[in-house]
């Protein structure tokens, strides 16, 4: 009981303190279905369909990479770290705290672009992502929290949205399929977590996979795991 009201009262902390509806219905969903652009602008319509499951899917990766700058600043500012080390809450509940404000945020900021790429597709099937937009959430998240307690300082953090957007959105195939690439790059690029999910998801409602979606899902799936139990050995600060 104690550890689920630490969960619940860490995460709705978060998501009061993170929500600004303006930026997470509006603004973050409009950046993350720019791409469209060249849609219209080429008149290349047949694209559509597969930008916007990349767009629905590029919302958790905005969101939680955002969560480097709330640690940095939080450890920086209000000396978080040793807050927690003099408080009573747990690591694993810090943690889960942490992922459901994130999964929750990313879910309410995708909900605009999920609701046109339904209508567009037409296929129920399409509000999959609600939970498969965990499976790119959780490990990332923890990516986030990993790096951003090991910056230094706030300034670190300047440049590395913008490289992590390059790496993670624009290089591997989110908002284009895989199979565009050539030869082995293809399969290799799938290895990217947002890539993954988007071609699993592409899979899903459009057909358009070069490989089994499932086999997608397992492997996002086995990342997750493997990120929540890293996360729960090296975020334990009762350690030393």
């Not at 603004?27 to 080429?42: E, K």
């Not at 998240?141 to 951003?148: K, P, R």
């Not at 997750?224 to 139990?229: F, P, Q």
Request: proline share 6%; net charge positive.
């Amino acid at each position: 009981m104690r550890l689920c009201n630490q969960v619940i009262g860490l995460t709705k902390a978060l998501i009061v303190d993170q929500l600004r509806w303006r930026t997470v219905i509006i603004q973050l969903p409009i950046v993350a279905a720019l791409p469209i652009y060249f849609v219209v602008a080429f008149g290349a319509w047949s694209y559509l369909e597969t930008i916007m499951a990349g767009a629905v899917v590029s919302v958790a990766v905005w969101i939680a990479t955002a969560l480097v700058q709330d640690i940095v600043y939080e450890k920086e500012t209000y000396k978080y770290l040793e807050m927690l080390i003099a408080s009573p809450m747990t690591p694993i509940a810090y943690i889960i705290g942490h992922l459901l404000a994130v999964y929750v945020l990313s879910v309410l900021s995708m909900t605009p672009l999920l609701v046109v790429y339904a209508y567009i597709v037409e296929k129920p099937i399409a509000l999959l992502a609600v939970p498969l937009i965990a499976l790119l959430a959780i490990p990332l998240s923890v990516a986030s929290m990993l790096v951003g307690l090991r910056m230094k300082s706030i300034r670190e953090v300047a440049g590395l949205s913008g490289l992590v957007s390059l790496l993670l959105l624009f290089v591997p195939p989110v908002y284009y399929p895989a199979s565009r690439l050539p030869g082995i790059l293809a399969k290799a690029s799938l290895l990217v977590p947002s890539a993954a999910l988007a071609e699993a998801y592409r899979g899903l409602t459009l057909g358009e996979s070069i490989v089994n979606p499932s086999l997608l899902i397992l492997y996002l799936l086995l990342l997750t795991l493997a990120s929540l139990v890293y996360a729960l050995k090296s975020l334990d600060w009762r350690i030393g």
